[in-house]
């Protein structure tokens, strides 16, 4: 009866994230219509819902699996990229703008999910520290890859050439009469046919947000969650604890690469500094202000703290004393146990207290 309870609890729990999505869906989405948001409001609404994404996806490793990721950016740029070159490579074998957005978008997670995969062999065989450090290189190896990455198209399919040595320009692709160059090393990509919409965002959370809770919810998530809060005793009743993380840091990575296809496919132009290390810690503070462990937390943290910056640029100087001053008064009211945890491992000497 308490676990038909628990389970009824849940349901109630993960249907009112869904409904709570939807129903503010529905109202930006009149808003909208209505022509009550301005330019700049309606510019926020993609990125929203990516970073709403990669809040998600991220709590998936740091809170429910437990682990410090610091690379979740270059999954995002891992999945930007891809989803570019995918949707824009495809313009004639699939004209339809809504289906090839939906195509770059698996191309994007599938990159990001083989990425993933290859990283997280050997990373995830460290903890704590080290898995942060290691995380946190892998996302500027991918940023420095995509600086010297040249990719184009033509009637012959894709061209692409690694400019490792700084020498190469566009004309080393050989493009044929009507071929065109869709990355152009620092450049980044250019001249992008954008795809994105508010209505795409929406799906892309409802999608991850049917993955990860149901994940949760599942047999495979209880024994994530079971690793994370004793490694020691997970593996003495036969747990293989590299598949189960293995499992949580692949679908995280996926998930991102999601985010990452429709956020480079909203803007003309991307560069691969757009992905760097602050990135991945602005997802990080969506995370941890939302709560670890908590999806509705980082779906309403990521909303929140993206347009709040956004909002006080009217301010000038002050906006990110204003933003700073926010932070520090959501993370004293969200202070936790888990929260200390995380602090810990990022401030060097800090010592939690343990009880007894």
């Not at 503070?285 to 999806?295: A, D, E, Q, R």
């Amino acid at each position: 009866m308490k676990k038909l309870n628990r389970i009824k609890a849940t349901t109630k729990v993960d249907f009112a994230t869904y409904l709570g999505v939807t129903l503010a869906f529905l109202i930006v989405s009149a808003l909208q219509s209505g022509g009550m948001l301005s330019n700049a409001m309606n510019s926020w609404l993609v990125p929203i819902c990516c970073f709403i994404v990669m809040a998600v996806s991220l709590n998936l490793v740091v809170g429910i699996s437990g682990e410090l990721s610091l690379g979740h950016g270059g999954f995002m740029s891992v999945g930007a990229f891809s989803g570019i070159v995918a949707g824009m490579s495809l313009a004639e074998a699939i004209p339809l703008a809504p289906l090839r957005l939906a195509v770059a978008i698996l191309v994007g997670a599938a990159c990001a999910a083989v990425a993933g995969f290859l990283i997280g062999i050997p990373v995830l065989r460290l903890r704590g520290d080290y898995l942060a450090i290691v995380t946190l290189a892998f996302g500027q190896i991918i940023k420095d890859l995509i600086t010297c990455l040249l990719v184009g198209y033509d009637k012959d399919g894709l061209h692409i050439v690694f400019n490792l040595d700084g020498l190469r320009t566009v004309s080393d692709l050989h493009l044929e009469e009507g071929g065109v160059a869709i990355i152009k090393g620092a450049q980044g990509a250019v001249g992008i046919t954008k795809m994105s919409s508010f209505t795409a965002g929406y799906i892309l959370v409802m999608v991850t947000l049917v993955i990860v809770l149901n994940l949760i919810r599942s047999r495979t998530g209880r024994a994530i969650m079971a690793i994370r809060d004793n490694r020691i005793a997970a593996e003495s009743v036969g747990l293989n604890v590299t598949k189960y993380k293995m499992i949580a840091f692949v679908v995280s990575a996926a998930l991102a690469g999601a985010a990452g296809a429709l956020f480079g496919l909203n803007y003309s132009g991307l560069v691969s500094s757009r992905f760097d290390f602050n990135t991945s810690i602005m997802v990080l503070v969506y995370v941890v202000l939302g709560g670890l462990g908590n999806i509705w937390g980082s779906v309403i943290g990521a909303a929140v703290l993206y347009a709040l910056p956004e909002a006080l640029r009217g301010l000038q100087d002050y906006r990110m004393l204003i933003y700073a001053i926010v932070l520090i008064l959501v993370m004293l009211a969200t202070n936790s146990d888990q929260l200390k945890g995380l602090l810990g491992r990022l401030i060097p000497g800090r010592k939690e207290k343990t009880n007894g």
